[in-house]
C-alpha cells in the first residue's frame, strides 16, 4: 500500500484541525481559521530555514474534512532573478517527493524576462515541473504565477495527496475564491464583489468579470445619469443574472444579483438563511433583519403583495456601503427568488443618498426596473 504524502514530516490524511495544531508545533501561525461548508480550507504563515522569507500554506480537506492537499506560495518578486531562485529552491522540495513513488510527469522552461508578466498570466509562457505516482495520483506541481493586479511573479507548490475528484475541484476553487474576496475585502475601502473590488468604472469591471466566467446579457448604455448593463454568469455555484449600474461619473456603484427561482417559499427559506450565515462570517451579524413571514399560511401570497418582507441588510464599512438579501416573487409567478445587492458607499451619488442612507432593507426605493425595461 502506497505511503500517504507528508508535510514538514506531518502526514496528510488526518483530520484539518490535528493538521494545524501539528504545524504549530513547528511554529507556522494560522492566519484565518478553517472555513468553508462541504470542504474545509485554512491558511497558515511560516518561514524555511533554507528560504528567505514567509510562505503562505492553504490548507485544504476533502468532504470528509482530512487534509488532502497545500498550495504553498513564496515571496512576490518583480525582479526574475529573485523568481528562479525561489523556483530553483521550490524544485528541489518537490523531488523530495520521489522517495514516495512520485516520477517526473511533466516540465516546461520557458524563457522569459519582466516583461512577460502578461505571458505568464495567459500562460502562453510556463516555468513548472510536476511529479506523479500513478498508484493513486498523489502529486506535486511548483510553478511561476503572476499577480492579476500588480506586475510581481511569485512560484507556488501544490502537494495533493491522492485523486480528488473534480467536484471537490470545483468545491475548493468556489471556496478558496470566497476566501481570496474575504480577504481583499478587509484591505479595500471599496466592496468586493466575486473577487472584484468595486472601485472601477463600470465598463472595467464589466471586462473583469468576463474573464471570471460571466457573458453580457445587455450592452452597457447610459440611461439619464446612469451607466447600466446586464450579465449572466456564475454566482455561489450556480447561474444569476448580474445588473450593474454605475453613478454619474460611470464608476460601479450598484450591483444586483438575481439567483434562480426556487420551488417553494421553504426552499427560498432555506437558502435564505444559508447566504445569511455565508455572509455572517464574511461580515459580522447583519445590521437589521426581518422575517414576517414565520408564522404566515401563505408566504407567496404576502410577499407578492409586499405586506410582509424576508430580508437582511449587512452595513459594511465606514464610508456607506451595504449589501442586502431580500426573498423576492414576481407579480405573475408563484416561485420565489434571492435578490443580493451590492451597494458601495464611496460610488454613490448625492442623488443616491436614499438609497444608502438608513435603506431600511426595501430595496424598492431603488427605481430602476424601468431602466431595465428600456434597455
Not at 445619469?225 to 461619473?249: H, V
Not at 413571514?293 to 404576502?302: E, F
Amino acid at each position: 500500500m502506497d505511503k500517504h504524502l507528508t508535510f514538514e514530516g506531518i502526514e496528510f490524511n488526518i483530520p484539518l484541525n490535528k493538521f494545524i495544531a501539528k504545524l504549530e508545533t513547528r511554529g507556522f501561525v494560522l492566519e484565518t481559521p478553517p472555513f468553508g461548508n462541504k470542504m474545509k480550507t485554512a491558511v497558515m504563515k511560516g518561514g524555511d530555514a533554507d528560504y528567505d522569507g514567509i510562505c503562505e500554506f492553504l490548507i485544504s480537506t476533502n468532504t470528509k474534512g482530512i487534509v488532502k492537499s497545500i498550495i504553498v506560495t513564496g515571496e512576490e518578486h518583480y525582479l526574475v532573478d529573485n523568481v528562479l531562485a525561489d523556483f530553483d529552491y521550490f524544485q528541489k522540495k518537490a523531488e523530495e517527493y520521489k522517495k514516495y513513488g512520485l516520477q517526473l510527469l511533466d516540465q516546461k522552461d520557458d524563457y522569459f524576462d519582466e516583461d512577460d508578466i502578461d505571458s505568464i498570466r495567459d500562460g502562453s509562457l510556463e516555468k513548472l515541473v510536476a511529479f506523479k505516482r500513478e498508484s493513486d495520483s498523489s502529486s506535486v506541481m511548483v510553478s511561476v504565477r503572476a499577480d492579476s493586479e500588480d506586475d510581481t511573479f511569485n512560484v507556488s507548490m501544490l502537494i495533493t495527496c491522492g485523486e480528488v475528484s473534480d467536484k471537490d475541484i470545483n468545491i475548493q476553487q468556489d471556496e478558496i475564491e470566497f476566501l481570496e474576496s474575504q480577504i481583499l475585502q478587509r484591505e479595500s475601502n471599496h466592496l468586493v464583489f466575486n473577487g472584484i473590488e468595486m472601485s472601477r468604472i463600470l465598463d472595467d469591471f464589466v471586462e473583469e468579470l468576463k474573464s471570471k466566467g460571466f457573458r453580457v446579457k445587455n450592452e452597457s448604455q447610459w440611461i439619464e445619469n446612469r451607466e447600466i448593463a446586464t450579465m449572466y454568469g456564475p454566482f455561489m455555484g450556480e447561474p444569476s443574472e448580474l445588473s450593474l449600474c454605475s453613478n454619474s461619473e460611470g464608476d460601479i456603484s450598484i450591483i444586483l444579483v438575481r439567483k434562480k427561482e426556487r420551488k417553494s417559499f421553504e426552499v427560498a427559506k432555506e437558502e435564505f438563511y444559508k447566504l445569511i450565515d455565508i455572509y455572517t462570517k464574511k461580515y459580522g451579524s447583519p445590521s437589521e433583519m426581518v422575517d414576517d413571514l414565520l408564522y404566515m399560511s401563505n408566504p407567496i401570497s404576502a410577499l407578492k403583495e409586499e405586506s410582509a418582507k424576508l430580508a437582511a441588510l449587512f452595513k459594511i464599512g465606514e464610508y456607506g456601503s451595504s449589501i442586502s438579501i431580500h426573498v423576492k416573487i414576481e407579480e405573475n409567478s408563484r416561485f420565489p427568488y434571492i435578490l443580493i445587492s451590492y451597494f458601495d458607499g464611496l460610488n454613490q451619488d448625492s442623488f443616491d443618498d436614499d438609497i444608502t442612507d438608513d435603506v431600511d432593507i426595501d430595496l424598492d426605493d431603488i427605481d430602476l426596473d424601468d431602466y431595465y425595461d428600456d434597455i
